[in-house]
């Protein structure tokens, strides 16, 4: 068997492309998808193994886990991406728990839980190997700065990032590389789900809050569709190839930025620029106003 990489989320954007990069390689890749219609397209491809997972459910979770380690058996696991994330739009006066908790058991608590259920595994790897297993937890420049109405999404790329780097420390003891992917905005199909919930959000305000922040809604929901137009914007493919770059380096470094804008944000924004700057920076692309007059003098009675 050649060696053998799990990745979630490997039925759009980033993590389609990325399971297609490994196959082509010559990977054997265990690839998780949710919607049983998608494991047709799975099966085609050589070398792909589909397992059916929803990564927000512990137990499934334990099960996928047990399944892909029966059939490796004494082979071990050279890789984990956790790469499967959601996203939820709404103004934070808003946001519903329910959709809430659903943002952090996948974007945050899953990679801990996948990882965690897979070591045995990446440390059979490590016994019969020079080139040691790995874990690449894809995170976002959106854990670096936040950004207005997805606060939960900017919460849960905020946590992997520092539960990566705290992986590396304790992974390192096993030899296991812990690395933090950080793509930019990338044309996929979840920047279209970021913005087109916006407006839906408005469901749960009252009628003067709907008034309020509909024209913010509005403008951040176009805010896709002007994106498919910049160049600078990496595509999932080119993303993929970097993750690639990733899993064939015999020491990877802890953190890769896989875009123009990540490295932006990382470099020169996260690192030099005052809160007063960002803010003004946020202010400008949303195009956020002043609170209303009406809307304090209600806060102050």
């Given amino acids: 068997m050649n060696k053998p990489i799990l990745i979630t989320g490997a039925t759009s954007g980033m993590g389609q492309a990325t399971m297609r990069a490994l196959s082509a390689r010559g990977y054997d890749v265990f690839a998780t998808y949710r919607d049983p219609r998608d494991r047709a397209a799975l099966v085609e491809l050589p070398g792909v193994h589909p397992v059916q997972l929803d990564v927000s459910d512990p137990v499934q ?13 004494e082979t071990g ?43 045995p595994m990446l440390r059979r790897h490590n016994e019969s190997s020079s080139v040691k297993a790995r874990v690449i937890n894809v995170a976002s420049w959106a854990g670096q700065m936040a950004s207005p109405f997805i606060g939960f999404y900017n919460a849960t790329k905020y946590g992997l990032i520092g539960l990566t780097e705290s992986m590396y420390y304790d992974l390192g003891l096993l030899d296991i590389h812990a690395v933090l992917a950080v793509p930019g905005v990338t044309k ?12 839906a959000s408005l469901d749960f305000a009252a009628v003067e809050d709907q008034e309020l922040f509909r024209p913010y809604l509005e403008h951040f929901t176009s805010m896709s569709e002007s994106s498919d137009n910049m160049r600078m914007l990496s595509t ?11 899993i064939e380096a015999r020491k990877p470094r802890f953190r890769y930025n896989l875009s123009i804008d990540a490295k932006v ?15 003004a920076i946020n202010r400008r692309m949303y195009r956020l106003g002043q609170p209303r007059r009406g809307l304090a003098k209600a806060a102050l009675a």
């Fill in 188 to 199: 996929t199909a979840l920047l279209g789900k970021t913005t087109d919930g916006a407006l």
């Fill in 61 to 73: 979770i334990r099960e996928a886990i047990s399944e892909i380690d029966g059939v490796l058996g």
């Fill in 236 to 246: 999932p493919a080119q993303v993929a190839t970097k993750i690639m770059a990733i």
């Fill in 77 to 119: 696991l050279f890789a984990v991406i956790n790469n499967a994330g959601i996203t939820y739009t709404s103004p934070f006066e808003f946001a519903q728990p329910d959709r809430v908790q659903k943002v952090v058991d996948v974007n945050l608590m899953a990679p801990y839980l996948v990882t965690q259920a897979c070591l």
């Fill in 265 to 279: 944000v990382d470099g020169i924004v996260a690192r030099l620029l005052p809160f007063r700057a960002k803010a």
